[in-house]
Nanobody, 117 residues
Framework: QVQLVESGGGLVQAGGSLRLSCTLS????????MGWYRQAPGKERELVARLISSGHTNYADSVKGRFTISRDNAKKNTVYVQMNSLNVEDTGVYFC??????????WGQGTQVTVSS
């Protein structure tokens, strides 16, 4: 059974940092992409950062220069997003997302990030 386990959310003051991690287990196929989406109250889910198997990364314009996505070199099925200089607009539920090489997609249960002013 495929499972995504997320951790690292919490409450932080504006200007602070958090690191989210996501580990995939139970998958049968290689990974094409791993990334993070977020959903703020009353808003649609949006891409935050994504790492493609080629090494290419995508970031939302609002987080460029502040967030960095990376993959654990030892644990290939673990992805991190380092979030620096957080602001209140970064508040939301962050979801890990994985797509494998045959097109299956998996979502984590979400982890809350709250940035206080």
């Amino acid at each position: 059974q495929v499972q995504l386990v997320e951790s690292g959310g919490g409450l932080v003051q504006a200007g602070g940092s958090l690191r989210l991690s996501c580990t995939l287990s139970g998958n049968s196929f290689s990974l094409y992409a791993m990334g993070w989406y977020r959903q703020a109250p009353g808003k649609e889910r949006e891409l935050v950062a994504r790492l493609i198997s080629s090494g290419h990364t995508n970031y939302a314009d609002s987080v460029k220069g502040r967030f960095t996505i990376s993959r654990d070199n030892a644990k290939k099925n673990t992805v991190y997003v380092q979030m620096n200089s957080l602001n209140v607009e970064d508040t939301g539920v962050y979801f890990c997302h994985v797509r494998d090489t045959i097109g299956f997609e998996y979502w984590g249960q979400g982890t809350q990030v709250t940035v206080s002013s």
